[in-house]
């Protein structure tokens, strides 16, 4: 359990943070980007949380905020090449099949796609696709880290696979994609 009795420290007003292992980074380093965007994947979920009515889909969003938390600790923490099973990680590919297990299910009775989707259709599924394309940077970011830095490998393969369970997500907030906005190619 983690207790913040004081929010502001002024130790980050000189541009450097701290990271798991308790050294400091600046706050420009590709791990400090890459959780902040993870950060903002983790906002934008908790705001379709609040748009959602079908109770087994806003389990399903909790579920992803705390993997989302879970996840940004492993970006924090310096991954240990030299231990195998590397215990400090939070991110298993464990909770990768729990996400494809769970697009099949959601996905399974929509609607093939005819074209692409664009942004937007109900409230919740423009929302859902806000913390889609924002989960896509926030792999980007990750890759980038991961480019330069050791860190968990199933990261990046977690976040892919989340933007994808949000797409599917956003298509059956939109009447199981019935109600989804296509794109109409100029002729």
């Known amino acids: 359990m983690v207790t913040l009795n004081k929010i502001y420290t002024r130790t980050g007003d000189d541009g450097e943070t701290g990271i798991g292992d308790g050294s400091r980074v600046s706050k420009l380093d590709a791990r400090i980007v890459a959780g902040g965007s993870v950060d903002e994947t983790n906002s934008h979920v908790g705001v379709a949380v609040t748009l959602c009515t079908a109770s087994a889909t806003k389990t399903v969003l909790l579920s992803i905020q705390q993997r989302l938390f879970d996840l940004g600790a492993d970006i924090s923490c310096p991954w240990n090449t030299e231990e195998p099973q590397n215990s400090s990680s939070r991110i298993a590919a464990s909770d990768v099949a729990e996400l494809e ?14 074209s692409f989707v664009l942004p937007g259709g109900t409230q919740l599924a423009a929302v859902l696709h806000v913390a889609r394309s924002v989960c896509r940077r926030a792999e980007l970011d990750a890759l980038e ?3 330069t830095t050791a860190i968990n490998p199933q990261i990046a393969i977690y976040l892919n696979r989340l933007s994808d369970l949000l797409f599917v997500l956003a298509r059956a907030a939109n009447n199981d994609g019935a ?9």
Request: charged share 30%.
């Open 179 to 187: 109600d989804d906005v296509l794109w109409v190619p100029k002729t």
């Open 145 to 147: 880290l991961q480019r």
């Open 101 to 114: 297990a769970e697009l099949d299910r959601v996905n399974e009775p929509l609607a093939p796609l005819q």
